[in-house]
């Protein structure tokens, strides 16, 4: 009765979903630009962060299309409180790195964080979801209390590349013991220039014998 009130559609293409259907149709599913570097052995993410930071591996599941599917479905996660697009992300990219072996190591997963009065404006980080369903799938923990966001700074996506690196935002880790001897998992919704997790990944460097590996929802 609920499914007849309240029909679930597409979060892509707002169409009805069939039965099995979750979150996304398949014929989205099928359009989505699939990047998935982990399964192709692909260096080209990690090598964003050459000279930069020591990052172990690097993935993102999709290339972000401006004016596409993936440029929707991200806009509806972070400014129209379609939070399932998280966890659906978080299914299906857990899934694939729980059977590859590059990220068995990975102890820990941490979302890049959101300011506190961001986060209470929007009631949700948009990587929680996608961040908790990779830990669930390595069976690690998740910890959004460690990585801490000290400054606000507006949308990073469609700012000059200039402007992102100028950016004022600034992290910090609160609880270092921690992470102490951690490899872990950085997660965020999308990657452009990678400033955000460099720096990020910086401040987490900062705890003892710490190593990092980077997953996102998108890749420029």
Known sequence: MLNLLFPKVCVGCKELLLKGEETLCMDCIHSLPVASFHKTDSEMLKDKFYGRFLVKNATALVYFQKRG??????????????????????KWLGAELAENSAYNEIEMVIPVPLHKQKLKKRGYNQVEGFGKEIALALNVPYRDD???????????????????????EEFTVQNIEAIKDKHILLVDDIITTGATLEKCGL??????????SIATIATT
């Open 69 to 90: 599917l993936t440029q929707e479905l991200l806009h509806n996660l972070k400014y129209r409180g379609k939070n399932e697009v998280s966890y659906f992300f978080g």
């Open 203 to 212: 401040q987490l460097l900062k705890g003892e014998n710490v190593s990092i």
């Open 146 to 168: 460690v990585l801490i966001k000290i400054s606000k700074s507006g949308s990073q996506v469609f700012k000059t590349r200039i402007l992102r690196f100028e950016a004022e």
